[in-house]
Nanobody, 124 residues
Framework: QVQLVESGGGLVQPGGSLRLSCAVS????????MGWYRQAPGKQRDLVAP???????NYGDSVKGRFTISRDNTKNTVYLQMNSLKPEGTTVYYC??????????????????WGQGTLVTVSS
């Protein structure tokens, strides 16, 4: 059973930085497209930064220039470096994966997984 385990969340002051990590328990990690999402209380889950298998990324306007997604295939881990954090309160960041070598027979889409989420609070 493949699992995604996020870490690195916490309390940080506005303007500060955090680095989130997502460890993927799969020997097939190099064939995964990855992404980070976030969800504030009472709001929908939004895509923050995708990192496709091709290496392409596409940051949302709200984080462009401040956040960087990267991966280390030797460690089966994807990272989200967050700089110049804004005082947006508490948000849960989720790691998401798509296994490009497996198809969900129910949906016809690549097999997707979510992590359990890690809490990020930006407040003074």
């Amino acid at each position: 059973q493949v699992q995604l385990v996020e870490s690195g969340g916490g309390l940080v002051q506005p303007g500060g930085s955090l680095r989130l990590s997502c460890a993927v328990s799969s020997s097939n990690f190099s064939y995964y497209s990855m992404g980070w999402y976030r969800q504030a209380p009472g709001k929908q889950r939004d895509l923050v930064a995708p990192l496709l298998h091709s290496g392409n990324t596409n940051y949302g306007d709200s984080v462009k220039g401040r956040f960087t997604i990267s991966r280390d295939n030797t460690k089966n881990t994807v990272y989200l470096q967050m700089n110049s954090l804004k005082p947006e309160g508490t948000t849960v960041y989720y790691c998401h994966s798509e296994d490009l070598e497996a198809v969900d027979n129910n949906t016809g889409r690549f097999l997707e997984l979510w992590g359990q989420g890690t809490l990020v609070t930006v407040s003074s």
